[in-house]
């Protein structure tokens, strides 16, 4: 086929072709405005005072048993210093903000009103806190597994 023996695009192809990107570039900007406003929830992620406020709330509120239901899960909670307690609640926080949800919110109460989201969140924030405890419960096998590897790749290096 030369050049000479191309068909013209039909007329409605530059129409929809042009309403096509139209749409991807409003996604784009939404995307782009999307992005600004996490990245300044990320830089306002709390601080000093407000954590150790909200790590305290977070504790009392885990450790009461019609929130977290999990027994086993309550007590790994309970035994955590309080160092531990801090990093999980600010970890669980993390988890939310990037979902554009505020843990402030299951701990202080304020969905008494939206008992179905309060619930959903709920078992939100009770899975990723058992995720967070089997992560802490096999990080001595990680451990001794990234060990393991790197001396296998420095012996491999060697061969």
Not at 33 to 45: E, F, H, N, P, S
Not at 105 to 132: I, K, N, T
Request: net charge negative; proline share 3%; glycine share 10%.
């Amino acid at each position: 086929m030369t050049a000479d023996t191309i068909p013209e695009p039909p007329a409605t192809m530059g129409t929809t072709l042009h309403a096509r990107l139209t749409g991807m570039a409003t996604e784009m900007q939404d995307f782009a405005a999307d992005l600004g406003g996490w990245m300044r929830d990320g830089a306002r992620r709390l601080g000093g005072a407000d954590q150790r406020r909200l790590a305290e709330r977070f504790s009392a509120w885990a450790l009461a048993e019609e929130n977290i239901t999990d027994a086993g899960l309550r007590g790994w909670i309970e035994d955590l210093d309080g160092i531990g307690r801090a990093a999980l609640a600010e970890q669980v926080a993390g988890f939310c903000a990037d979902f554009e949800l505020e843990l402030a919110w299951l701990v202080d109460g304020e969905l008494a009103d939206w008992p179905a989201l309060e619930a959903g969140l709920r078992s939100l924030v009770g899975h990723y806190c058992l995720a967070c405890k089997a992560a802490v419960d096999c990080d001595a096998d990680v451990m001794r597994f990234r060990r393991r590897r790197l001396w296998q790749q420095r012996l491999g290096a060697r061969g």
